[in-house]
């Protein structure tokens, strides 16, 4: 290897090194503060750093009206599997609409279960979780339960009015707390800034509680 190669060599890989691992503590950092799970790479295992999707006792309801309860379990296909008992076969369930989990993440959602909902933005149908109940209310694009506590999908939140949905998450953004906070003033008729509130979370619970006062009336 002739020298002025290596001299290259070397003096772009250690730049590159460099970045490599200062955005592994950045994306570390966000799942400590802000309940963010980290991305991973192909290099480590996928159970290094994703939690495990758990089975929960709950409730299946279906296009036709008919409900099923047991042992529910979603993927990441959006497939909704249901079985009378834990550690029984699970079957694949057609034509879901909701799912209703007997657990919920209690940082997060104030009652004690979760409900989950197929919805279509843009032709692409995927589950959301509500995260605040109501005519006004909030959902995040996962199937993750209680498994990380105060985990939110910041990269794709809907804002339900009634029976519409709008992804308030700009597609450019730069900072999720500011989409957040803006939908809160557009919401809500507020003046907050980002200032207002430390984290992310703070968002959501300030519009959980201006959106309870105002389904309440």
């Excluded at 750093?49 to 047991?70: A, D, P, Q, R, S």
């Excluded at 550690?87 to 279960?113: K, M």
């Excluded at 919805?119 to 109501?134: D, E, P, S, T, V």
Aim: proline share 2%; glycine share 2%.
């Amino acid at each position: 290897m002739s020298y002025p190669f290596k001299f290259i060599q070397n003096t772009m890989m250690k730049p590159l090194l460099s970045c490599f691992f200062c955005l592994i503590l950045i994306q570390e950092t966000e799942a400590q503060y802000w309940g963010k799970p980290p991305f991973y790479f192909k290099i480590a295992t996928k159970s290094t750093y994703k939690k495990k999707h758990k089975v929960i006792k709950g409730v299946i309801f279906m296009k036709n009206g008919k409900t099923l309860e047991g042992y529910i379990k979603l993927n990441t296909t959006n497939k909704v599997m249901i079985s009378v008992h834990k550690d029984s076969a699970f079957q694949i369930v057609q034509n879901v609409t909701q799912v209703r989990l007997y657990e919920a993440d209690t940082n997060l959602i104030s009652q004690n279960y979760t409900d989950y909902f197929y919805i279509g933005i843009n032709n692409r149908f995927a589950w959301y979780r509500k995260l605040i109940q109501g005519n006004i209310a909030l959902l995040d694009n996962t199937i993750y339960c209680n498994e990380i506590p105060n985990y939110v999908n910041f990269n794709k939140i809907l804002l339900q009015r009634d029976s519409t949905y709008k992804n308030i998450i700009s597609f450019w953004t730069w900072s999720y707390k500011t989409d957040l906070v803006r939908c809160l003033n557009m919401t809500f008729s507020t003046s907050f800034k980002n200032k207002d509130f430390k984290t992310k979370n703070d968002v959501i619970h300030q519009f959980r509680f201006l959106a309870n006062r105002l389904n309440s009336h």
